[in-house]
């Protein structure tokens, strides 16, 4: 388990401060809490990590998401904002995904709690271990999906040259 990531709030760093101290004497070497914003650390945990959590109360947009797919590993998201906009949870949203044009890509769950993020995270690492021909085949539809400005560009242009015409 990787965590990398830094809070603004001081008594919130201090907590994972201490949860560092503590994890790293319990699991020394199987989990590491870098607290600290780390651009270039964030590209190499995309790429060699099989899964990114993403539990956001709040994410406008959500790029995190974004990048980890174009690396292929799988998102596991809260249902909120852009993270609900662009995961289609594998299990739930089949229908939801085929209407965007695309396939499902990864794990959602709902509410602020451990049970949601459990269930979530339940279900891809049963997924990791069960279904791995599965897993590695969306893996690579992660990467295949377009998330570019490329697909509404060209839609706007011909909502422009329609709108003209009329």
């Known amino acids: 388990v990787v965590l990398l990531g830094s809070a603004p709030d001081h008594r919130i760093q201090g907590d994972f401060s201490n949860l560092a101290a503590k994890l790293h004497g319990e699991f020394d070497g199987r989990v590491k809490l870098c607290l600290t914003y780390d651009e270039p650390l964030s590209h190499l945990i995309y790429a060699g990590a099989d899964f990114i959590l993403v539990p956001s ?77 599965w ?4 893996c690579k539809r992660v990467m295949e999906q377009d998330w570019s400005w ?17």
């Not at 897993?135 to 969306?138: C, G």
């Open 57 to 133: 109360i709040f994410e406008p947009c959500g790029l995190t998401q974004l990048t980890a797919m174009r690396y292929g590993s799988i998102p596991i998201v809260r249902k909120t904002g852009g993270l609900y906009d662009t995961v289609f949870d594998v299990d739930d949203d089949k229908d939801r995904a085929h209407e965007q044009g695309l396939e499902p890509n990864g794990f959602s769950f709902e509410g602020a709690d451990s049970n949601g993020v459990d269930y979530a995270l339940d279900r891809a690492i049963t997924t990791w271990y069960d279904a791995r021909d």
């Open 135 to 138: 897993f590695d085949s969306l």
């Open 150 to 166: 490329n697909r509404p560009a060209l839609d706007y242009m011909e909502l422009y040259h329609s709108a003209r015409k009329n």
